[in-house]
């Protein structure tokens, strides 16, 4: 099983799902050239594609453009179904960054088709993870800016503010569409400027400086 510690505590939670939320900043919608959503896009990662900081990302034989995207990751820390607003913000125990890596000419494919994007989000270490602090040490503050560079150039730079529903939105949302239990990450949807990663590139991610994430494609 694989798990999420948070720093500077001794509190270990093992991941439960992943629930991701996508085309949840309206630049990164349009620059795919999908409609802005009314409400969140919800879709499921596995457990078992998750690598952390300092580990390798395996590009797949049957994908040619694997594309990172950056993320604002929450850490549930306890159970809720239908929660209002208040117990879905309380529900946030934790946060990360994390980068969902996404094989987006297999996603292509499958969208004309109709299909379900689960191969071009599910395979092995397309779930990369931060360390995750601690919400009521260093509460989220959503002005704050969350960065992606490779071999040291920007390339995805946003603040969380420009989220279309913020992180308590999100879980009430999902709430009411499924079980939400403790352990649970949902990964809040990337920002503008997701590109293709080539076999040798190096991956930072940051967010406003107090969380950092990297690792390397191979």
Not at 85 to 112: C, F, H, N, P, W
Not at 141 to 167: H, T, Y
Request: net charge negative.
């Amino acid at each position: 099983m694989k798990s999420i510690k948070i720093h500077n505590t001794n509190q270990e939670f093992t991941i439960g799902k992943i629930v991701c939320v996508g085309r949840n900043y309206a630049e990164h919608a349009s620059e795919l050239g999908n409609e802005v959503p009314d409400k969140p896009v919800v879709f499921l990662k596995t457990v078992s594609s998750v690598i952390y900081s300092g580990g390798t990302i395996i590009y797949p034989s049957y994908s040619n453009d694997m594309h990172h995207e950056t993320e604002l990751v929450l850490l549930i820390g306890e159970s809720l179904k239908n929660a209002d607003i208040i117990t879905a913000e309380r529900s946030i125990i934790a946060y990360g960054i994390g980068l969902d890596m996404t094989l987006r000419d297999v996603q292509s494919e499958l969208k004309k088709k109709g299909h379900p994007w689960t191969i071009a989000k599910c395979f092995d270490t397309s779930t990369v993870l931060s360390d995750f602090l601690y919400k009521f040490e260093h509460p989220l503050n959503l002005d704050e800016f969350i960065l992606l560079k490779i071999n040291n150039e920007v390339r995805q730079k946003d603040q969380l503010n420009k989220m279309l529903f913020k992180p308590a939105e999100i879980v009430q949302y999902i709430s009411s569409l499924m079980t939400l239990e403790k352990g649970d990450l949902i990964f809040t949807g990337t920002p503008k400027g997701v590109g293709k990663v080539v076999s040798g590139d190096k991956l930072e991610a940051v967010l406003d400086d107090i969380l950092k994430l990297e690792c390397i494609v191979r």
